[in-house]
């Protein structure tokens, strides 16, 4: 099997000639460098661009306006009920958000009373490294689900407040994102998108629980999913944080893969409980990427990657990291280390 092939093949809930050993990205390894080529050459890849046209919740056109102001990199949404303000702030130590557009409910109204023209997708990075990789690695378009937009308008405290003083409000801006976002993925799957990786359900699992998962991604994220399916085209979920209490909400949602099913002690991932809870959706991970793929020695590293395949088998499984794309070239060497033990389970 090709590489595209062999993590079709897990995806889709199948048994390919053997796991397929997969980073997400290059992470800081450069692909035209002689590693890039190495890793393409012989890892079962997963590239993922984004997509042009402009932003599904906002359009195109929208009345948004970026200043700089000293460090600040300040931006205004002018909406017809006032104008919100978000704040980027960089020093040569960091950079981060300080402020966010929406403090208060009240906020989510001026937000969706923005003047909306939808914007016009297209898949030209997706097609330009379909082209480039041919059979030697899948790749597929990047897109944050709807609950992205919730979650980076407002802070974390606020949108935890708002869940809980105002959960219509919420369930109103999340319902306008998706009802924007799906004729974006249709558009794009029109194009010849064959395969999604969408970002955003751990907004909810991490920080509302359960019930907000439940009422804020999982209808929503099953329809794209569904949408997907309808086109023929793979959908690849990430979910960060803990899992095991999710397992019967993820196999709702119907996602074809999901990542990153971090173990003990950087999750709780009991991958015989979820190999057993989640059927044929695809187990992507669960190596960390920095702590483990990139600092172990290789021997260490091997058995770890061995005792987490010998929890799954090899059908509808890709061992991988957990998607950081932080890695360097010594965390490359230890994906390339991981063939060996791809090569040689027969479970």
Same mark, same amino acid.
């Given at each position: 099997?090709?590489? #595209?092939?062999?993590?079709?093949?897990? &995806?889709?809930?199948?048994?390919?000639?053997?796991? /397929?050993?997969?980073?997400?990205?290059?992470?800081?390894?450069?692909?035209?460098?002689?590693?890039?080529?190495?890793?393409? #050459?012989?890892?079962?890849?997963?590239?993922?661009?984004?997509?042009?046209?402009?932003?599904?919740?906002?359009?195109?056109?929208?009345?948004?306006? $970026?200043?700089? *102001?000293?460090?600040?990199?300040?931006?205004?949404?002018?909406?017809?009920?006032?104008?919100?303000?978000?704040?980027?702030?960089? %020093?040569?130590?960091?950079?981060?958000?300080?402020?966010?557009?929406?403090?208060? /409910?009240?906020?989510?109204?001026?937000?969706?009373?923005?003047?909306?023209?939808?914007?016009?997708?297209?898949? *030209?990075?997706? #097609?330009?490294?379909?082209?480039?990789?041919?059979? *030697? =690695?899948? @790749? &597929?378009?990047?897109?944050?689900?709807?609950?992205?937009?919730?979650?980076?308008?407002?802070? /974390?405290?606020?949108?935890?407040?708002?869940?809980?003083?105002?959960?219509?409000?919420?369930?109103?801006?999340?319902? @306008?994102?998706?009802?924007?976002?799906?004729?974006?993925? *249709?558009?794009?799957?029109?194009?010849?998108?064959? =395969?999604?990786?969408?970002?955003?359900?751990?907004? +909810?699992? %991490?920080?509302? $629980?359960?019930?907000?998962?439940?009422?804020?991604?999982?209808?929503?994220?099953?329809?794209?999913?569904?949408?997907?399916? #309808?086109?023929?085209?793979?959908?690849?979920?990430? !979910?960060?944080?803990?899992?095991?209490?999710?397992?019967?909400?993820?196999?709702?949602?119907? &996602?074809?893969?999901?990542?990153?099913?971090?173990?003990?002690?950087?999750?709780?991932?009991?991958?015989?409980?979820?190999?057993?809870?989640?059927?044929?959706?695809?187990?992507?991970? !669960?190596?960390?990427?920095?702590?483990?793929?990139?600092?172990?020695?290789?021997?260490?590293?091997?058995?770890?990657? +061995?005792?987490?395949?010998?929890? %799954?088998?090899?059908?509808?499984?890709?061992?991988?990291? %957990?998607?950081?794309?932080?890695?360097?070239?010594?965390?490359?060497?230890?994906?390339?280390?991981?063939?060996?033990?791809?090569?040689?389970?027969?479970?």
């Amino acid at each position: 099997m090709t590489s #595209r092939e062999r993590l079709v093949t897990a &995806m889709l809930g199948g048994t390919p000639d053997r796991v /397929p050993v997969s980073p997400f990205h290059f992470g800081l390894v450069d692909p035209d460098s002689p590693m890039g080529h190495e890793m393409l #050459r012989r890892l079962d890849m997963i590239i993922s661009p984004g997509f042009e046209g402009g932003s599904p919740f906002f359009g195109v056109g929208a009345p948004i306006e $970026g200043t700089q *102001e000293g460090s600040d990199n300040v931006t205004l949404y002018h909406t017809p009920k006032g104008d919100l303000r978000s704040v980027f702030r960089r %020093t040569s130590i960091q950079h981060a958000q300080v402020e966010y557009p929406c403090k208060t /409910p009240d906020d989510i109204e001026k937000l969706l009373s923005m003047p909306f023209e939808p914007p016009r997708p297209t898949a *030209e990075a997706y #097609r330009q490294w379909v082209e480039r990789a041919g059979e *030697e =690695a899948l @790749v &597929m378009v990047g897109l944050g689900d709807a609950i992205c937009i919730p979650a980076t308008v407002m802070s /974390p405290e606020d949108m935890c407040l708002c869940w809980a003083d105002a959960p219509d409000l919420l369930l109103k801006l999340t319902n @306008v994102a998706h009802s924007r976002l799906m004729p974006v993925i *249709e558009e794009l799957c029109r194009q010849g998108v064959k =395969a999604f990786r969408i970002v955003g359900g751990e907004y +909810a699992s %991490t920080q509302l $629980g359960p019930r907000g998962f439940a009422a804020l991604v999982l209808e929503q994220d099953r329809e794209l999913c569904d949408l997907m399916r #309808r086109y023929g085209a793979i959908s690849y979920y990430h !979910n960060h944080g803990v899992v095991m209490q999710y397992l019967e909400l993820f196999r709702a949602v119907g &996602m074809d893969a999901i990542d990153p099913f971090e173990h003990p002690p950087f999750g709780d991932a009991d991958l015989r409980v979820c190999r057993e809870k989640l059927g044929k959706i695809c187990i992507v991970g !669960n190596l960390d990427d920095m702590e483990q793929i990139e600092q172990l020695p290789h021997d260490r590293l091997k058995e770890l990657a +061995a005792e987490r395949l010998a929890a %799954t088998g090899s059908t509808a499984r890709v061992l991988g990291g %957990t998607a950081s794309g932080t890695y360097t070239e010594k965390g490359a060497a230890g994906f390339l280390a991981l063939l060996e033990v791809a090569e040689a389970f027969r479970g």
